[in-house]
């Protein structure tokens, strides 16, 4: 029975709702600007006051397993509300034009690899698709540098890898400056047109998010964030090199289409053949799995040809053609 002495209990949790740096109410995605909110590229301090530093600080100050309850009833409700604000993104995009990429967080700006996800991903948002990634550095951030950059002619990208490239890679003692440096570009070539989504975590809030994703939900806890990464792909993933976290999802992505959680299976494509079938021979593996019947409907693709990719992937949309009636991730 609810008494009006228990109401009167939750009087501590509502005011610590109200404590914490965060919007525990936020029922939209992130803009760059809202994440970066108190940033100035021109002050480096300032990034260490900027909403999402202040959101990380207070986040390891509670410990990533933190075991206070008020806490936890905090961060449960700013996932779910990241978690509508996705539904209602859905509501107006695509499942099947949705593409992700997923790679390592530690790709250099400079590296060749870099730059053909840029290209590879300015080239599919121009032909309708929208690309989703896990929001960080990296893989991740040129995944939506080439959203950003859609529209634009090819010296205009070069530029942008150009300005990109005083700051190749991100690390705790030069987060400003990896960062000040995108915020550069955005500030030159500004976007209207076109969307990209990124999905980050405060788990690894040592990583800054990109702001280079139009739209931007970001996660305390990775579970759900990952969950999301390789679920809304519908259109199908691309795996650029990466290591550990690229390699679970993988297996986590072959699991659902194997079972076809979702009612469908979407196409795996592997971006870089010495890659994935030396240094990190995950393709062959999963040939040979789903040869022996332990993997069923799976759709591999390996090659080191952006224009393979796009080919696979507009064929996948021949067959797919709708979503399932009434279907609906939320």
């Given at each position: 029975m609810i008494t009006n002495t228990n109401f009167a209990n939750l009087e501590p949790i509502i005011d610590y709702l109200k404590s914490v740096p965060y919007d525990v109410s936020r029922t939209k995605l992130y803009s760059a600007s809202e994440l970066y909110g108190g940033y100035n590229p021109e002050l480096p301090e300032t990034y260490f006051s900027c909403y999402d530093q202040l959101t990380y600080k207070h986040y390891l100050s509670e410990n990533k397993l933190t075991n206070n309850v008020k806490e936890s009833i905090a961060r449960t409700l700013h996932d779910q509300g990241m978690y509508i604000a996705i539904g209602e993104f859905?509501?107006?995009?695509?499942?099947?034009?949705?593409?992700?990429?997923?790679?390592?967080?530690?790709?250099?700006?400079?590296?060749?690899?870099?730059?053909?996800?840029?290209?590879?991903?300015?080239?599919?948002?121009?032909?309708g698709f929208f690309m989703l990634s896990g929001g960080g550095p990296g893989a991740m951030e040129a995944t939506h540098v080439g959203a950003w950059m859609a529209g634009r002619n090819n010296d205009e990208v070069e530029d942008a890898l150009h300005i990109l490239s005083a700051v190749p890679s991100f690390?705790?003692?030069?987060?400003?400056?990896?960062?000040?440096?995108?915020?550069?570009?955005?500030?030159?070539?500004p976007q209207a047109k076109y969307e990209s989504l990124g999905i980050p975590t405060w788990l690894y809030g040592h990583e800054p998010s990109t702001p280079f994703a139009t739209h931007i939900a970001?996660?305390?806890?990775?579970?759900?964030?990952?969950?999301n990464i390789l679920t809304l792909p519908f259109g199908g993933i691309i795996y650029t090199p990466g290591?550990?976290?690229?390699?679970?999802?993988?297996?986590?992505?072959a699991e659902q289409n194997h079972y076809l959680s979702y009612g469908i299976s979407s196409p795996m494509i592997f971006l870089g053949t010495k890659f994935w079938t030396e240094e990190m021979p995950a393709y062959p593996l999963l040939q040979q799995?789903?040869?022996?019947g332990k993997y069923k409907n799976l759709s591999l693709t390996l090659t080191d040809d952006t224009e393979i990719v796009i080919q696979q992937l507009f064929d996948f949309q021949k067959l797919a053609q709708e979503q399932p009636k009434g279907f609906s991730l939320y």
């Open positions: 859905f509501r107006v995009h695509n499942y099947l034009k949705c593409i992700g990429v997923m790679g390592g967080h530690a790709l250099l700006r400079t590296d060749e690899m870099y730059r053909q996800i840029v290209f590879l991903s300015k080239q599919l948002t121009e032909q690390n705790k003692d030069n987060n400003n400056a990896w960062l000040s440096t995108a915020f550069k570009v955005i500030s030159k070539y970001k996660f305390f806890e990775n579970s759900i964030r990952e969950n290591s550990a976290g690229t390699m679970h999802e993988i297996f986590r992505d799995l789903a040869a022996k």
